[in-house]
């Protein structure tokens, strides 16, 4: 597989729960770098490297109701959440997450939306 690249990615270490008092339906904002064997992201703030994915999913998470989010569960237990965040969000809701949700669950054979 060769690399595959977003750019303007949000992510998530978990949902935004409604008691979170966060205004922003992200944490950090930056780019994905899916490559053989893991995913990069490359945020502002922080950058992880997922590897040892067990699954992905797509759809509602915590109390955004507008955006479809990526769930990856990797390393035994641990979670990553990403969207589209060009246009300022409206990319995911133009479908931006769902290309990136099918690049990512080429990863893992039992994948489910």
């Known amino acids: 597989m060769s690399e595959t690249l977003f750019e303007k990615v949000w992510y998530l270490d978990k949902p ?3 008691g979170d008092m966060k205004l922003k339906a992200f944490r950090d904002i930056g780019r994905l770098v899916l490559s053989d064997g893991y995913i990069d992201f490359i945020g502002r703030k922080e950058g992880i490297r997922i590897t040892n994915i067990q699954n992905v999913s797509y759809g ?7 955006n479809n989010w990526i769930k990856v569960e990797y390393d035994g237990g641990r979670m990553a959440y990403f969207a589209d965040g060009s246009m300022f ?7 931006g997450t769902l290309k990136m949700f099918n690049a990512v669950r080429q990863f893992v054979p039992h994948s489910h939306q």
């Open 60 to 66: 509602k998470q915590g109390r955004d109701f507008i």
């Open 89 to 95: 969000g409206w990319g995911g809701i133009l479908g």
């Open 16 to 18: 935004n729960e409604w």
